[in-house]
């Protein structure tokens, strides 16, 4: 397939979002709560993209610890915790429904640009494309033939990129997805050194807490899921933050005889689960639950359990909807 032709958008759409543009005196750019690194990764592009296009424009993220690990991308010190603008266009990253943004924005104009097929379809302008395997190569390919992409919006889109393709080893990821960070790299995105800031900076709390949530794995169903849970203890013990505990879940995914892993973390406000899977549809589990997300990469959060009665309901569910290969 040649180049951006499997992620198009039409004149109309360009032509909507230019003129919702000039209507504007400004943009404000959100991405969802608890941000990973598609959703600030993309908010931080687009920011970094209209600033330099001279354009009025803010970035904001209701939750208040981001994820530090991001910190190298151009804007991450701009992010707010509240909106300013009161008249301006919104800009949604990564975001499925409008809950999720976290700010009430009722009578606002939105621009809705995801990936999740769960999107509700909330805004005035939907740049919805299921098939992108990261919200920024919804934004890279709509973007870039209206506007050129500046260095720092190319590496955040990057970042963006290898963090929802697990570092290009989901299911989704084709020859197209490399074409994206071909050109990415192109545009002056360094992909060691992306990729080392990334992973290479840990912090002792983040293995600490790791540690623990490892030494927590559970086994079901013939091994085939995989049950972590940390809980505010963990949190406190380790004096690791929430955000520390992106990707953890993958480790319990990475055992031979997984085919589901599930993550339970314990809030202050209830549960949080993310659901991963090596091809079982982890979504419409996470649907039930009133979440959403992707095929392999789902998740909800919960006040109704505690979290050995959300562990068996969980399990009944993946049993009951059939969705192990192996029984
Ligand atoms: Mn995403």
Redesign the pocket.
């Known amino acids: 397939m040649s180049r951006g032709e499997r992620l198009s958008f039409s004149r109309e759409e360009r032509k909507r979002f230019q003129s919702l543009l000039s209507e504007h005196r400004s943009v404000t750019v959100l991405s969802h709560l608890h941000p990973?690194a598609?959703?600030l990764g993309t908010s931080l592009g687009i920011y970094t993209l209209l600033k330099k296009e001279g354009i009025r424009v803010e970035i904001a993220n209701a939750t208040s610890d981001l994820p530090r690990h991001l910190d190298f991308l151009e804007g991450f010190d701009r992010v707010k915790k509240k909106i300013d603008f009161d008249d301006s266009l919104i800009i949604a990253c990564?975001c499925g429904s409008l809950d999720r943004l976290g700010f009430d924005l009722s009578g606002r104009e939105i621009v809705n640009i995801d990936?999740?097929p769960s999107n509700t379809e909330y805004g005035i302008l939907n740049l919805v494309r299921p098939d992108a395997v990261?919200?920024s190569e919804v934004a890279f390919r709509f973007f870039a033939p209206i506007f050129p992409i500046p260095r720092p919006t190319a590496e955040a889109f990057y970042a963006?990129l290898l963090s929802?393709t697990r570092y290009f080893t989901t299911g989704n990821v084709t020859a197209e997805s490399f074409e994206v960070a071909r050109e990415l790299i192109e545009l002056g995105a360094e992909p060691g050194v992306i990729a080392q800031a990334m992973l290479q900076r840990r912090s002792l709390a983040s293995l600490r807490v790791l540690g623990r949530a490892l030494a927590s794995l559970r086994l079901y169903s013939d091994a085939q899921v995989a049950v972590l849970t940390v809980t505010r203890e963990d949190l406190a013990a380790t004096g690791a933050r929430y955000d520390n505990l992106d990707g953890v879940v993958d480790y319990a995914r990475s055992l031979v005889t997984v085919e589901i892993a599930v993550m339970i973390v314990e809030r202050r406000d209830g549960l949080k689960v993310s659901l991963r899977s090596k091809g079982a549809d982890v979504m419409q589990i996470a649907q039930d639950f009133g979440g959403g997300g992707h095929r392999e990469a789902a998740g909800f959060e919960t006040t109704e359990y505690t979290i050995e009665a959300l562990l068996e309901a969980l399990l009944e569910a993946i049993k009951n909807k059939g969705v192990l290969t192996k029984r």
């Open positions: 990973d598609d959703a990564d990936h999740h990261s919200s963006a929802d």
